[in-house]
């Protein structure tokens, strides 16, 4: 051990011999401690409130099965396209068929540039909010 170590635990030592001689109890607000208590099981209950509701919203947002299957098949039909005109038509799937559906078929497309652009221009101005 060095010196330093030497003082810390001399120290520490001290402080313990000084507690154990204290005739002293420690005051404790227990006001204080009951309301945070409390506080703390609002809380708990807040937040379980609102993963329920996040779970619920993300059930809401969930393809099913057959129309996973049906932006597979858009998206193979998009893939022939050009650029341009996959997005304009990922923005009218949006429209027609939800957001969560576009974003499937842009997946689905299995092209990076496509799905980061239409990711771009749907953050854009927060453009998404108009389809949700």
């Not at 005739?23 to 204080?32: F, G, L, R």
């Not at 945070?36 to 329920?52: I, M, N, V, Y």
């Not at 049906?70 to 068929?97: D, S, T, Y």
Request: some cysteine; proline content about 2%.
């Amino acid at each position: 051990m060095n010196c330093l170590e030497n003082d810390k635990m001399k120290l520490m030592q001290e402080e313990r011999e000084d507690f154990k001689q204290s005739k002293e109890v420690p005051q404790i607000n227990w006001e204080e401690v009951f309301e945070k208590k409390e506080s703390a099981f609002e809380d708990k209950e807040t937040l379980l409130k609102r993963r329920k509701e996040l779970e619920e919203e993300l059930k809401r947002l969930e393809l099913s099965y057959q129309e996973k299957i049906e932006a597979e098949k858009e998206a193979e039909k998009l893939r022939k396209e050009e650029a341009k005109k996959q997005i304009e038509r990922l923005f009218v799937l949006a429209q027609e068929k939800g957001l969560p559906y576009a974003i499937e078929v842009a997946k689905s497309m299995k092209d990076p540039f496509i799905l980061d652009l239409f990711h771009d221009l749907l953050a854009k101005d927060q453009t998404f909010k108009r389809f949700l």
